[in-house]
């Protein structure tokens, strides 16, 4: 029991994660960015963002760590 529902756990995270990065594109972000690694890079250049809003939901430094996360697999 304990497997399907780690199973359905990792399912449903990258649901979201896929969705994350639709919404991106579609709103001109880059190809295979998630939103949040997208704000994280707005903030960076001191344009308007939601990070405070996604780090207040998701969890302190959740932007960075997936702007950093996109930044180094990008690079591969």
């Given at each position: 029991?304990?497997t399907?529902?780690?199973?359905?756990?990792?399912?449903?995270?990258?649901?979201?994660?896929?969705?994350?990065?639709?919404?991106?594109?579609?709103?001109?972000?880059?190809?295979?960015?998630?939103?949040?690694?997208?704000?994280?890079?707005?903030?960076?250049?001191g344009?308007?963002?939601?990070?405070?809003l996604?780090?207040?939901?998701?969890?302190?430094?959740?932007?960075?760590?997936?702007?950093?996360y996109?930044?180094?697999?990008?690079d591969?």
């Amino acid at each position: 029991m304990m497997t399907v529902l780690t199973g359905l756990a990792t399912y449903l995270l990258r649901i979201l994660t896929a969705l994350s990065v639709l919404l991106n594109v579609i709103l001109g972000g880059c190809l295979n960015q998630t939103f949040s690694a997208r704000n994280w890079e707005r903030k960076r250049k001191g344009k308007t963002n939601l990070v405070w809003l996604i780090d207040a939901i998701l969890g302190k430094d959740h932007c960075v760590m997936s702007w950093t996360y996109w930044k180094t697999r990008r690079d591969w």
